[in-house]
């Protein structure tokens, strides 16, 4: 019997402000359906508004939080992460791990 580890993760992401609603909508719905071609499951997204910014970053003064709620194993976070990371509309992301689940195959 093999046993699996899948995670839940939160992605909490602050994009750039000059995306309107539904610029934002599409962007999140691309990256979403990314998200399945890595059998990444029980995506679930939050939008969280715009905000100003504490400090400059990337010298942005305001920025649009998505927050991503997801279900994956392990090893298909890292491309995931990798792409969002080349993506001049993201300021920044924080993936956190919520908690674990065993998989018996």
Same mark, same amino acid.
């Given at each position: 019997?093999? +046993?699996?580890?899948? =995670?839940?993760?939160?992605?909490?992401? /602050? +994009?750039? &402000?000059? !995306? &309107?609603?539904?610029?934002?909508? %599409?962007?999140?719905? =691309?990256?979403?359906?990314?998200?399945?071609?890595? %059998?990444?499951?029980? +995506?679930?997204?939050?939008?969280?508004? &715009?905000?100003?910014?504490?400090?400059?970053? #990337?010298?942005?003064?305001?920025?649009?939080?998505?927050? !991503? &709620?997801?279900?994956?194993?392990? #090893?298909?976070?890292?491309?995931?992460?990798?792409? /969002?990371?080349?993506?001049?509309? +993201?300021?920044?992301? /924080? !993936?956190?791990?919520?908690? #674990?689940?065993?998989?018996?195959?």
């Amino acid at each position: 019997m093999k +046993v699996t580890i899948k =995670r839940n993760y939160e992605l909490m992401i /602050l +994009v750039n &402000n000059e !995306l &309107n609603d539904l610029e934002l909508k %599409n962007w999140t719905f =691309r990256y979403c359906k990314y998200l399945r071609r890595y %059998n990444i499951l029980d +995506v679930s997204v939050i939008s969280r508004g &715009n905000r100003k910014l504490s400090y400059e970053i #990337k010298d942005k003064s305001k920025g649009s939080y998505v927050q !991503l &709620n997801f279900s994956s194993l392990p #090893k298909y976070t890292d491309n995931f992460l990798l792409r /969002l990371k080349t993506d001049a509309k +993201v300021i920044r992301g /924080l !993936l956190t791990l919520k908690k #674990k689940e065993l998989i018996e195959n």
